[in-house]
């Protein structure tokens, strides 16, 4: 009898029971890699602030490769984040320009922003394309205050630090016999620095401080003579700055050649957390305070963060725990949101509570506003060649040395 040649032979059946068989035994190549989840950072990777563009990627990629190690996002089947880097380029325009280019290639939410002023165009730009936005760094109060449901505060805002810094200071010159009385704000005149003392003028005053004069000065500034001049004349007890890097440096190196006031004592001080400022000019850095974000100077993975930023050849500053923290929560969010539909991730981070990765915030809540209501600014001083934590007690390092001067 003749077979039909439409017939499968014996050997073709055979053929087709083992690669059906190898199949079964490697499911892997019937179901396809989910695909990845692009998440957009938001950072100034040149300009001005590109220093701590640098930091806060080296942290956001940290974070990422530990999540997609362990696993990926596993509410997506083991789908890997992908980090997408947009630069602001330093400063507002190009912010909202990088925004915009980050929605082009499909993030499902933006993180960054580190200056108050990128940050509020960027934000403003993310929210006409309901776009997830996460702030990292930037401290304006506004920033939260224009009802924009896809915008989120992840560290603390103005107010909230002030009154953490105005507390710590209190006590600061209550332990050490009152020796402040007389205080000099000096703040740069953008959104950051003019906010700030803005709260610092309307709140010293009733804590027993005098204010004796307050300076503002131009971002980017080259020479502070005339601001340090000012401040010999006034000789004041206490200097209050808030200003970036540079500035801050600046200031300091041309203050230590002319006034030695009892303190310096910053809030959100560009240099006073960094430790190139404690490397490159250690006689200018010693006893300098500051109230900023920190990442918990305990924690075994703050250790090795700043191993990574070390081993890159960069010098360590609060750009890097902030930005992987920041990384963990936002997976966090897309792990509960089950999805990486945009209007549901936003709907997960208004609704729940994170962990805060290595901040010190306990539980990470968003409020109405957007606004991280757990948030919690640190105070350290540069003591020796290190930058430790003084306040709060749990996280405290040593004790504060204070007067610095007389």
């Known amino acids: ?83 997408v880097v947009g ?45 997830p936005f ?38 600061l010159n209550d332990d050490a016999g009152k020796p402040i009385k007389t205080v000099a704000i000096v ?47 006034l000789n004041p007890d206490l200097i209050v700055p808030s200003h970036y890097f540079n500035e801050f440096v600046l200031m300091a190196r041309t203050l230590q050649q002319r006034v030695r006031p009892k303190g310096i004592y910053a809030v959100f001080g560009g240099a006073a957390s960094s430790y190139r400022f404690v490397n490159e000019f250690p006689e200018a850095a010693q006893g300098v305070m500051d109230c900023n974000h920190w990442g918990d100077p305990k924690s075994p993975i703050t250790a090795k963060l700043r191993e990574t930023v070390t081993a890159a050849g960069k010098f360590y500053a609060y750009n890097t725990p902030i930005n992987y923290s920041l990384m963990k929560v936002f997976a966090q969010a897309i792990e509960k949101a089950g999805s990486a539909d945009r209007a549901k991730i936003i709907e997960a981070l208004a609704a729940n509570e994170f962990d805060s990765g290595i901040m010190p915030y306990g539980k990470t809540k968003f409020d109405a506003k957007g606004q991280n209501t757990s948030a919690l600014p640190m105070n350290t001083q540069v003591q020796g060649k290190d930058i430790k934590v003084i306040y709060p007690a749990e996280y405290a390092e040593a004790k504060p040395v204070f007067p610095i001067n007389g």
């Not at 950051?192 to 009733?206: H, R, T, V, Y």
Request: proline content about 5%.
């Open 1 to 83: 009898m003749t077979r039909h040649q439409n017939s499968p032979s014996r050997r073709t059946v055979l053929k087709s029971g083992v690669a059906l068989t190898s199949m079964l035994a490697a499911p892997g190549l019937l179901r396809a890699e989910p695909a990845p989840v692009k998440v957009g950072l938001l950072q100034p990777i040149s300009g001005a602030f590109a220093l701590d563009g640098d930091l806060a990627k080296i942290g956001a990629e940290f974070a990422v490769k530990e999540i997609n190690d362990a696993g990926g996002i596993k509410a997506l089947g083991g789908a890997k984040l992908e980090l």
């Open 87 to 131: 630069d602001s380029r330093s400063n507002a325009e190009a912010g909202a320009q990088a925004t915009e280019e980050l929605q082009s290639a499909g993030v499902v939410g933006v993180l960054g922003g580190f200056a108050s002023g990128i940050a509020l165009t960027a934000t403003q730009t993310a929210a006409r394309y309901d776009l």
């Open 134 to 171: 996460v702030v990292d760094c930037a401290v304006a109060d506004t920033i939260t205050e224009r009802g924009l449901k896809n915008t989120f505060r992840f560290n603390p805002n103005f107010s909230m630090a002030t009154a953490v810094a105005l507390k710590n200071l209190v006590k």
């Open 187 to 233: 703040h740069e005149d953008g959104l950051f620095g003019s906010g700030l003392a803005k709260i610092m003028q309307e709140k010293l005053p009733p804590l027993g401080f005098q204010i004796v004069e307050t300076i503002a000065h131009p971002t980017p500034a080259r020479d502070m003579t005339n601001v340090v001049l000012r401040l010999r004349a």
